[in-house]
Structure formats: structure tokens, C-alpha cells
């Protein structure tokens, strides 16, 4: 008789798939045609189900519901959104593996993989209600905030604690008046919201980098004409005027284009255009200028190789497929690998070999933003800017009532204070010594409390004064609530998982198996729980150690949270004015100082088991060996992470030592099973019963 599976070898083997699943399924937006059998809201083809069932799934029940995008065009979808989406596509941007680092669209992409796979989780397979919660929370307690979330999603989903806590935050904006429930949520997602900001922004080797973006568009953004127009009392007006600020193009294409002289001509930039152009052209005037370098010490003796490195960001992805695959095959380099596949000499010392990688991705990153920027802000008929207007168009109405019930100048106002104080916390630097200044978790939890406030005032003013607004974000958030329940009766606390209503499909997709094939899975199943339960109990631990952790003594760090005990005015009736707009010709980043030594990141990482499957996607990103010959590197290896902390200028932004690089400090004690027999036996199955279950057209 076939084996049967336990209800705890149900839910690993729904975790195994589900979080391979959602990654491939955005993994395979590299490929043009992801969207032509994407299913609603762009091509839909009747009887057949969509190829993303997960996303697809995610977007229609919760994003095509929200007020304002439900009433968007049909067109916005399936040709100003399908024609960006489908330009990035088809341009070809590079991959991690050639350029021997992990590139900052890998970090989003992996990122966002790791968050997304729980609603995923619960939309297939439900969220179990529970049987008498504890209504008592100690916020200063990791297992009573944790069972305070827990107790919370029962209540939106089975409850009516959705209705009740509008019907507070409509009385106060103090957080002590609600309930101990409330409170203690409140404090699990500001602890969890800070873990990931610190893991992003410090942890990720990526996350200076980041960081220099966020700062430089930031600096280009008019707070004070935004805050000034917000503040116009007719509505339409304001709205007029936003919309002039943020879109308006002012050039001769633009007018002869209007009055029907020239058709598709370039018509210049909007604002929103001008702020990504701007940010990827000073990366990319860096680039150059390294590149250049490498072309001087180089020489004659390898002006072919380097033509050859130039080219190859333009090579069709068939020929980089087949040279990427032959790099692996034989464990030798990108560098090495095309060379040879256009018998050209291979045979490189050391240091041209260096020289020959890094040439190579910086070809490959000067590509890449010209792409974006080609796709952005230069694509004719220019879908970005109408998508922008149908968008405001269609949040018409909820634009009207926040602006009636919300200070909307005001929050522009809290919300540039808190991006400014962010960005010094989470800016790394070196002191006179060669001492590292690295923020912790704990830095960011007071960050987020200093500016919680602002939330608060936010949300009480929609409560309070925009009654519609408020009913038509309580109606979807209850929609969406409703996504999740699963049929039968309550569960005791504590009472052992399964996968829920995908429990029986996933049975019978195991059974189908080979019994060889079962008999491989099975121990995988119990070692992939025992992985599970380490890993939420490792995150309980590191929740329990912030919420006792002091703050940093530094003094730099210590001046951004002055304030901290003394509730600020959310809104003042004036605040001071923002700095004058950047000249756009000088970069708007601070520099480090070269002769400064690299700051060493040693900080621990906060909780969210989603740290841990963030850092496994890592773990699985191959990337090209840095020698001309040797094994596929992985993303998570030391080499590859402080290559990754390289700015553009070449300069290391950070550096990480062992532990750090590895991300051992968000990983359970327990191994990791290797999953893959499992992945390769069932992922497509799986993938097809998602796909039949969301099917609806």
C-alpha cells in the first residue's frame, strides 16, 4: 500500500513547492510572452489557465479589488502596462551569473519572492481558524505579540475585528486607547517592518548601493512646490496642478507632435522621467569612466578581447544562454567560456582575468540602465506617462475624499522627514580610528517608533473625517480577509499543520508518484518540518532579543532619535523649507572618502522567518567562477558578497566578513534539506493545480 502523507509532511511539501513556485514564476518575467498567457487582467485566452497561477492569483483577488485600480481601463492593463512590462523583456537585462556579483534587480526580485510566498500560502491553501484566543498581550514579550498577529489575521478573517478597530482609530490617534490585541500587532509588524529595512538597506550587500539611489532620487523630488500645490483648497485644482508638476513636458517635440506636425517624436521628459533618467545616467557617466580605465591599462594587447566583452550585452539571449550554460558545464569563467566560443586566446594571467570580468560587468550594467531609461522615459508612444494619467483618472474619487478628510501637505511633510532621518540611519560609515558606525535592529525599531506618530494622525484623520473613503478600504481589506478561510471548524492552539484546502490535491499528487520516488521524498518531508520549526523558533528568538535590545550609543545615531520621548506635532502649521532643487548636472551622492577604510558590517539580524527563505533563494543563485577555472560560485559565498558591495565608481561600499556574507546569522541551526528530487518530481504538477483552482475564465 503507498504511504499517505502526515498532516506535517502536507505542509512542508506545500512550503518546498510553493516557495519554489512563486520564484519561478517571477523569475520567468525575463522571458518576452510572460503576459500572453498571463490570463486577467492582460491576455486572456478562454479554457486556458494562466502560466503565473500564483501571481495571477494575487493580482486579481487583491489588487484588481482596491478602490481606484478596480475602475481603471481595461486598455491600461493590456496595453500602457503590457507594452512596459513587455519592452523590459524583450531588452535582455542582464544576469547575475555574468557579471560575477548580485545585481540590485536580484536583490528586489529575491526579496519580494520571499514576502509574496505567504499570501500565496494562504490564498491556496487557507488560514485555520482558532479556538478561544488569549485576549491578554504583554508587547514587551516575543510570544505574545507573535500570538497577538496570529490572533488578529483570526479575527479579520473569522471576526469582526477589522470593523472594530476603524470604529477606535475614527475615536483617537493614541495607539495606548486601543486594545492590547491592537497593540500588540502594532509592535510585531513595526519589529518585523524594521528587520527587513535593517536586512535591505545594512545586511544586504546591495544595500548601500540602494541606499545611494533612494538618496539621489529623493534629492530631486520638489518637496516644497508638492507640499504648496497639496495645500490648494479646490480639489480640482490640486489635482490639475500635481498632475502638471509631475507630467508635464516642455519641449519642441512635445508642442509639434500636439498640433500633428511630427507623430512619435521624442517629446522630451516629465519629472518622474527626469528623476530615474537622471539617477541612472550619473551611475552610468561613472561606469564609463571606469571602464575607460581598464581600456588604458589594457592596451593594444587586448583590444579584441575587450571589443568581444563589449559586444556580448548585445548578443541575442540564445547565444548568452549557450555561453552562460558552457561556463557551467566545464567550471570555467563567462570571460573564459566566450573566448572560447569565439576562438579568440583564452589563456589570461591572474590579473587580465580580473580585469576582463569587471570590464564585462560594467558593459553589462551601462546596458542595463540605458534599457530602463530607454524603457521609461523614452519609448514611443510614451506608455509610462499616460498609465500615469489613466491612474490618476481613475483614483479621482479617492483623491477627492482624501483630500477633504487628510492634511495631505502635512503627510508629504512627515514622509520626506522620514526618508531623511532613514537615510542617515542607514548610511555606513568609518570614523577617524577606522571604526565602523553599522545601525542594528534595535536603531531601526526606534526609527520607525520616532515616525509612527505620523501613521497614527494619517490613519485617525481618514477614520474620522472620510467616512466613504474608510467604508471603501473596509470593504476590500474584508474581501481580501475572506481569501483565506478555510472550511470546517476551529483548531486548537498549537494543533499540528497541514496544507490546508490543497491537503487532499497534494496527497494525490504524491500518490501518483513512483514508489521509489516516495520513498526518497518522505524523509525530506519530516526534514524539511524539523527546518520549518527551527526556523520560526530561531525568529522567535531573535524577536525576543530586539525587543530587550538598548539602542546604539553612537552619537550620530543617537541625535536622529532626540526627539523620540516628546510626541511631535504630526502637523505643524509650517515646517521649514525644502532645499533648493540639485543642479541636475552634479551627482547628488555622498561620496566616501577614498583614502576612509571600507566599514565592516557585524550586525545581527532581526526577526521574520522570510529572512531565511530570502537568504535560500540566495543560496541557489549561481553565479560565474572568478577564475578562468573553477566551480559555479554561489551567491551567498564571500567573494561573491563583497564583489556585490562595489558602487559604481568601483569603490567598495562595505564589506563583509564570513558569517555576514553567508547569512548564518538568519539561518536555523537545523540544515536545510536539498529539496530538489521533490521540486523536480512535482513543481509542475503543482504548477498546474494552482492553475486549475484559479482559473476562472
Not at 520567468?28 to 502560466?51: A, E, I, N
Not at 528586489?108 to 485576549?135: C, H, M, Q, W
Not at 482609530?169 to 502594532?186: F, P, Y
Not at 572618502?593 to 550586525?603: H, L, R
Request: aromatic share 8%.
Amino acid at each position: 500500500m503507498a504511504p499517505q502523507l502526515t498532516p506535517t509532511q502536507s505542509a512542508a511539501l506545500f512550503d518546498i513547492l510553493s516557495h519554489y513556485d512563486t520564484y519561478a514564476e517571477i523569475r520567468d518575467f525575463r522571458f518576452p510572452g510572460s503576459l500572453s498567457h498571463y490570463g486577467p487582467p492582460f491576455q486572456v485566452h478562454s479554457g486556458h489557465p494562466s502560466t503565473s497561477p500564483a501571481l495571477q492569483t494575487l493580482v486579481t483577488r487583491y489588487l484588481l479589488t482596491l478602490p481606484g485600480l478596480k475602475d481603471l481601463p481595461e486598455n491600461w492593463w493590456k496595453v500602457q502596462c503590457y507594452d512596459i512590462i513587455e519592452n523590459l523583456e524583450t531588452s535582455n537585462l542582464s544576469e547575475s551569473y555574468d557579471k560575477g556579483a548580485i545585481g540590485s534587480r536580484k536583490t528586489l526580485a529575491t526579496a519580494i519572492s520571499a514576502l509574496i510566498e505567504y499570501p500565496v500560502r494562504g490564498t491556496f491553501g487557507g488560514f485555520a481558524e482558532v479556538k478561544d484566543p488569549n485576549p491578554s498581550y504583554d508587547t514587551t514579550k516575543a510570544d505574545d505579540i507573535a500570538r497577538a498577529f496570529r490572533d488578529f489575521m483570526d479575527g479579520c478573517i473569522y471576526g469582526s475585528v477589522l470593523e472594530e478597530t476603524v470604529a477606535k482609530a475614527s475615536e483617537t490617534d493614541d495607539l495606548s486607547q486601543h486594545t492590547s490585541l491592537i497593540r500588540g500587532v502594532h509592535e510585531f509588524v513595526l519589529v518585523n517592518l524594521a528587520s527587513f529595512m535593517h536586512y535591505t538597506l545594512v545586511l544586504s550587500p546591495k544595500g548601500q548601493y540602494l541606499l545611494k539611489l533612494i538618496d539621489n532620487a529623493n534629492k530631486l523630488i520638489p518637496y516644497m512646490l508638492v507640499k504648496q500645490t497639496l495645500r490648494i483648497g479646490n480639489v480640482a485644482s490640486m489635482i490639475s496642478a500635481m498632475v502638471r508638476i509631475g507630467l508635464a513636458k516642455m519641449s519642441v517635440s512635445s508642442v509639434t507632435n500636439w498640433i500633428g506636425l511630427t507623430s512619435g517624436a521624442d517629446e522630451g521628459m516629465n519629472l518622474l522621467q527626469h528623476i530615474i533618467s537622471q539617477v541612472l545616467s550619473w551611475d552610468i557617466r561613472d561606469l564609463e569612466s571606469r571602464g575607460g580605465k581598464i581600456e588604458k591599462e589594457r592596451g593594444k594587447d587586448g583590444k579584441e578581447q575587450l571589443q568581444l566583452l563589449r559586444e556580448y550585452p548585445t548578443w541575442s539571449r540564445e547565444d548568452q544562454t549557450r555561453v552562460r550554460t558552457q561556463s557551467q558545464k566545464d567550471s570555467i569563467s563567462i570571460v573564459s567560456s566566450m573566448l572560447k566560443d569565439k576562438g579568440l586566446d583564452s589563456n589570461l594571467n591572474q590579473q587580465q582575468h580580473e580585469h576582463a570580468l569587471e570590464y564585462l560587468a560594467i558593459q553589462l550594467s551601462i546596458r542595463d540602465r540605458k534599457e530602463i531609461i530607454k524603457a521609461f522615459c523614452h519609448a514611443s508612444p510614451d506608455h509610462f506617462t499616460q498609465s500615469i494619467r489613466e491612474l490618476v483618472d481613475a483614483y479621482d474619487p479617492v483623491i477627492r475624499q482624501m483630500h477633504n478628510s487628510i492634511n495631505l501637505s502635512g503627510t508629504i511633510g512627515d514622509f520626506e522627514h522620514f526618508l531623511r532621518d532613514m537615510i542617515k540611519l542607514a548610511r555606513i560609515q568609518t570614523d577617524a580610528k577606522g571604526r565602523s558606525t553599522v545601525p542594528t535592529i534595535g536603531d531601526f525599531v526606534m526609527l520607525l517608533k520616532k515616525h509612527q506618530f505620523s501613521c497614527h494622525t494619517f490613519i485617525h484623520q481618514a477614520c474620522k473625517n472620510g467616512p466613504a473613503l474608510t467604508d471603501w478600504y473596509l470593504v476590500w481589506a474584508k474581501q481580501a480577509a475572506a481569501q483565506f478561510k478555510r472550511p470546517g471548524p476551529a483548531v486548537e492552539r498549537g494543533t499540528l499543520s497541514d496544507a490546508g484546502n490543497v491537503t487532499e490535491d497534494l496527497g494525490k499528487m504524491f500518490a501518483n508518484l513512483p514508489s521509489e520516488k516516495q520513498e526518497q521524498i518522505l524523509p525530506l518531508l519530516d526534514a524539511q518540518s524539523r527546518y520549518l520549526d527551527d526556523m520560526h523558533a530561531a525568529s522567535r528568538a531573535r524577536l525576543e532579543s530586539v525587543l530587550h535590545s538598548p539602542p546604539s550609543k553612537d552619537k550620530t545615531i543617537a541625535s536622529i532619535f532626540s526627539g523620540l520621548n516628546s510626541r511631535p506635532s504630526s502637523r505643524p502649521p509650517s515646517r521649514a523649507p525644502s532645499p533648493a532643487p540639485p543642479q541636475h548636472d552634479e551627482q547628488q551622492s555622498t561620496r566616501k572618502d577614498p583614502d576612509a577604510p571600507t566599514p565592516v558590517i557585524k550586525s545581527d539580524a532581526g526577526p521574520g522567518a522570510f529572512l531565511s527563505r530570502w537568504q535560500d533563494i540566495l543560496d541557489n543563485t549561481p553565479i560565474t567562477p572568478h577564475t578562468q577555472e573553477g566551480k559555479v560560485l554561489k551567491a551567498s559565498s564571500k567573494d561573491v558578497v563583497n564583489e556585490s558591495t562595489k558602487d559604481v565608481d568601483g569603490e567598495k561600499l562595505a564589506e563583509f566578513p564570513a558569517k555576514e556574507a553567508k547569512g548564518d546569522k538568519v539561518k536555523p541551526s537545523a540544515k536545510k534539506p536539498d529539496v530538489r528530487v521533490v521540486v523536480e518530481c512535482m513543481a509542475e504538477d503543482f504548477k498546474r493545480l494552482l492553475a486549475e483552482k484559479s482559473c476562472t475564465w
